[in-house]
């Protein structure tokens, strides 16, 4: 029987060449080249795997790396699966964590899950892909099912997880429950018979496990394709909500625009590597420039800005939120359109300054509102206010905390 044509290996050769554009591992390729090579005789399409939990309500720039490769996979003609792990998320994994982390209550995790799909339909044809949710099978899924599932596994080689390892040296404490995480995804791939599963290098171990379960129910074991993970804003934790170090993907243009141009020049150059996607060649020279120490690095911040709000909004709102940057940020102008709000004011005729930060600027708490003054952030109608005690009368005001948030107050 002969092998493949050469216009088929040509192929091949040209996905595996995208496959691999960002990767930091990619176990299996030898195995998934031979289905490739099936694929594009007119075979099966390949099911590729990406999962996320519903943990918060809102994806980031963090999820788009593996979420762009998702979508690299449907450009090529495969079958794009995103897996919403409604039933994981109740588990939560604790990868990276110190200690348990919190489990999540059913109504929230609804909520959470509720968002994702259309925040997914920014980057994928979701027309064109399959969203699924594991309570699909787990909750079908009988206890001496799972007696089996946890049988496939033994407690060496989940201590053979870093952060298990480290919890286990250290003698901190891991529950049962922690240790059904990896399992519960591996099982994931076997109910949607992945032949490959995506994810963060901070999902290596739990997909590798998959590789292993997938054996054991006499499946072929799915390719394992790990990308790097984004650093947050501040510049030193991954990108994650809980952080509170995000760029939300439906953030609004404005917002998003002004986190992308507060980082720094050299995670700006780590979210270029990154966040390309294979796409922004063309900024390469610019920014081996920056990185030697020449170039206009905040040239190239704007770009990057507008191109990533393109991504996720549009032109028009990218070149907007371009011009309110430079005038309210860069220039120091009040924004054309300030929201104006109605206070009330107390039975003394005066109103609080920390409750007016709270309530007219979205700031979450008192202590955070008087930080913001202490730091010189606040102003009220452009002159710098120090006094957190300070009450005000009943007019009109214009309040604002840092460089981009503004509000038009009328108080009485």
Known sequence: MSGPSSAT???VERQL???R??????????????????????????RVKLGMDPSAPDLHLGHTVTLEKLRAFQELGHVPIFLIGDFTAAIGDPTGRKKTRPALDEETIRANAATYVAQVGRILDVERAEIRYNREWMDALRPAELVRLCSMVTVAR????????????A???????????????????????ADVELGGTDQTFNLLVGREIQRQFGQAPQAVITHPLLVGTDGREKMSKSVGNTVGISDPPEEMYGRIMSVSDGLLLDWIRTLGFGRWDDLAPRAAEVEGGGGDPLALKHEVARRLVERFHDAQAAEAAAGHFRRVVQRGETP?????????????GTAG?????????????????????????VALDGEAVRDPTLRLGPGRYLLRAGKRRFARIRLG
């Open 9 to 11: 290996k040509q192929e």
């Open 17 to 19: 060449e995208v496959i």
């Open 21 to 46: 554009r960002g990767a930091e591992t990619f176990v299996g390729e030898e195995e998934l080249r031979v289905r490739l090579a099936e694929a594009v005789e007119g075979g099966r399409p390949l």
């Open 158 to 169: 989940m201590l053979e997880r870093d952060d298990f390892a480290r919890r286990y040296a």
């Open 171 to 193: 003698g901190e404490a891991i529950s049962i429950h922690e240790f059904l995480y990896p399992l519960v995804q591996a099982y994931d791939s076997v109910a949607l018979e």
């Open 336 to 348: 054309e359109d300030v929201p104006e709000c109605v206070l009330p004011i107390g039975d003394d």
């Open 353 to 377: 300054l920390l409750d007016l930060i709270r309530t007219a600027l979205g700031v979450p708490s008192n202590s955070e509102a008087r930080r913001l003054v202490a730091q010189g952030a």
